[in-house]
C-alpha cells in the first residue's frame, strides 16, 4: 500500500485528501500530514481522522509518495530541511505554481524522482484539471502512479513543464474567474430586482449547465454562443456592451498577469 505525506495542510491539501479518501484511493491511515500550524494539523485531523506529525522530515521517512502542498515562497525552506531525506525509491510531487523540477531537483542530495502537478481547487469535489510534467529521474512506472493518483481527482493532461506557468494561469486561477463571473451576475440579478438566492441559484446553475454543454456536446465555444445569439434579440445587446466594456480584453490582461507573477515566484 501506498502511504502518502503531505508537507503543508492548507486548501489544496485537503482538497486533494478529502477526494482521495472519498473515492476510497487513499485510506485515512495510509496518509501523514505535517504542517507547520499545530491548529491546522489538529483540525484537519479532526476532520478526516489522518495521523499528523508537527516535523516534515518524520512525514518524508514515512511515505511513498510526498505531495509538497506548501506556496513558492516556502519552498526554498522546506527543501532545504527535506532535501538529503528523501530518498530515489520515494516520489516527490510538488503543486506549487512557478517552481521547476530543476529547481526542486537542485535540493535533493539523491536522484529522487519529482513530479510537477497542477491541479485546481475543483478537486475537491473530484472535478479537478491536473496538468502534470516530469522531472529527469522520473520513470514510466512512476508516471503511471502519478497519472493513476490525480485521474482519482479528474481530469489529467500531460504537458512540456515550459508550459506549466501558462497552463496554471487558466486552470489553477481559472476557479477564481468563473467564481468572480458568477458573482457579478448575481449582484447584477440582485440590481435588478432578484431575490439574492434566486439570483445565486440561477447564475449557479446557468454556469454548471453550460459547463456540461461545452464538454458533453464539444461544438465550438461560438457556436454553442450562437444558439443563444438570436438576430436583433437581448442575448446580442448584452454582448456588445460586454465588448464595449472589454471583456475579451480583460480576460486576456488577466491571463498574461497571472503568468508574470507565476515567473517572478
Ligand atoms: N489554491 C489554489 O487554487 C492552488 C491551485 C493549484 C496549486 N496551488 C499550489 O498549492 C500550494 C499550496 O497552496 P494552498 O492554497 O493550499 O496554500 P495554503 O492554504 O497557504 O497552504 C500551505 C500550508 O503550508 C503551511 N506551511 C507554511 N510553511 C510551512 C513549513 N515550513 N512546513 C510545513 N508547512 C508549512 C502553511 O501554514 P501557514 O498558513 O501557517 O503559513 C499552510 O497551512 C501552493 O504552492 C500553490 O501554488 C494552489
Do not use: W
Not at 495521523?51 to 527543501?79: C, F, G, T, W, Y
Not at 451576475?185 to 435588478?192: H, K, P, S, T, W
Amino acid at each position: 500500500m501506498t502511504r502518502m505525506a503531505f508537507i503543508g495542510a492548507g486548501k489544496m491539501c485537503e482538497a486533494i485528501l478529502r477526494s482521495l479518501i472519498r473515492s476510497g484511493y487513499l485510506k485515512p491511515e495510509d496518509v501523514i500530514l505535517s504542517d507547520i500550524s499545530s491548529e491546522r494539523l489538529s483540525e484537519l485531523s479532526e476532520r478526516y481522522k489522518v495521523p499528523v506529525v508537527s516535523a516534515n522530515r518524520a512525514a518524508v521517512e514515512q511515505a511513498d509518495v510526498i505531495i509538497l502542498s506548501i506556496k513558492p515562497q516556502s519552498h526554498p525552506e522546506v527543501l532545504g530541511e527535506i532535501g538529503d531525506t528523501l530518498r530515489e525509491d520515494q516520489v516527490l510531487i510538488s503543486i506549487a505554481v512557478g517552481k521547476s523540477t530543476e529547481s526542486i531537483e537542485h535540493f535533493l542530495t539523491k536522484p529522487v524522482p519529482v513530479v510537477r502537478v497542477m491541479p485546481n481547487t475543483p478537486a475537491m469535489v473530484s472535478a479537478s484539471l491536473s496538468s502534470i510534467s516530469y522531472g529527469k529521474h522520473v520513470t514510466e512506472p512512476v508516471r503511471e502512479m502519478v497519472k493513476e493518483i490525480f485521474s482519482d481527482l479528474g481530469e489529467i493532461i500531460e504537458i512540456d513543464e515550459k508550459l506549466q506557468d501558462e497552463v496554471a494561469a487558466i486552470s489553477g486561477c481559472g476557479p477564481a474567474y468563473f467564481y468572480l463571473m458568477v458573482e457579478s451576475l448575481i449582484d447584477a440579478g440582485v440590481r435588478i430586482g432578484l431575490a439574492r438566492p434566486v439570483a445565486k441559484k440561477i447564475a449557479v446553475e446557468t454556469m454548471i449547465g453550460s459547463g456540461f454543454m461545452m464538454r458533453e456536446t464539444e461544438m465550438h465555444t461560438a457556436e454553442l454562443r450562437d444558439m443563444v445569439t438570436s438576430p436583433g434579440g437581448t442575448t446580442i445587446a448584452a454582448i456588445e456592451a460586454l465588448e464595449e466594456n472589454g471583456f475579451r480584453a480583460a480576460i486576456f490582461r488577466a491571463v498574461h498577469a497571472a503568468v508574470r507573477r507565476a515567473k517572478e515566484l
